[in-house]
């Protein structure tokens, strides 16, 4: 079983957890409902698992998800979660470790969105290359030290 925070599906995480995913479909009229009640269930949902991350002791309580650093405290939160899993294999996406906000692809549409046209960026939306990933390996180096210790206690397959 393979597990992963995000998918290619949605916008990166700290995007998602920023509304991003409401904000394009609200933009493209993808939404089916108004803008404000998906934002209302965004900040529910983004609450809840807050909830869970520090009832689990994955996420400090007192960290303040509205902020940046709550927003990283709580990716790096949704890794510890995702180490917990009994997937066999991990996924960490390059986007989320550094930083970018934006998403990939849109689904539903065709000529609407850039869909695999956006460049990744860091944080700050400068963009980042492939050569950028290898001269910084400790940006991808702080989501994978999250979840490597669970590497290798997935029992064998049995085959």
């Given amino acids: 079983m393979l597990a992963s925070v995000t998918v290619h599906d949605l916008p990166p995480t700290a995007g998602y957890l920023r509304d991003e995913h409401v904000r394009i479909r609200a933009d493209l009229g993808l939404l089916t409902r108004p803008a404000e009640v998906e934002r209302a269930d965004a900040d ?15 996420l400090d309580q007192s960290a303040d998800i509205a902020t940046d650093e709550g927003l ?9 979660a995702l180490a917990a899993s ?4 991990l996924g960490v996406s390059l986007p989320d470790a550094f930083g ?3 998403a990939q692809n849109q689904p539903g549409t065709d000529q ?3 869909n695999w046209r956006v460049p990744m960026t860091d944080s700050s939306g400068a963009p980042v290359l492939l050569d950028d990933c290898y001269a910084a390996p400790e940006r991808v180096e702080h989501l994978v030290a999250t979840v490597r210790p669970s590497v290798g206690r997935a029992k064998p397959l049995g085959l």
Avoid: I, Q, T
């Avoid at 009994?86 to 294999?89: I, V, Y």
């Fill in 44 to 58: 529910r949902e983004r609450h809840e698992w807050a909830a869970l991350l520090r009832s689990e002791g994955w």
């Fill in 112 to 114: 609407e969105y850039p």
């Fill in 100 to 102: 970018d906000r934006r």
């Fill in 86 to 89: 009994p997937a066999r294999l």
């Fill in 72 to 80: 990283e405290a709580m990716l790096v939160a949704l890794h510890r």
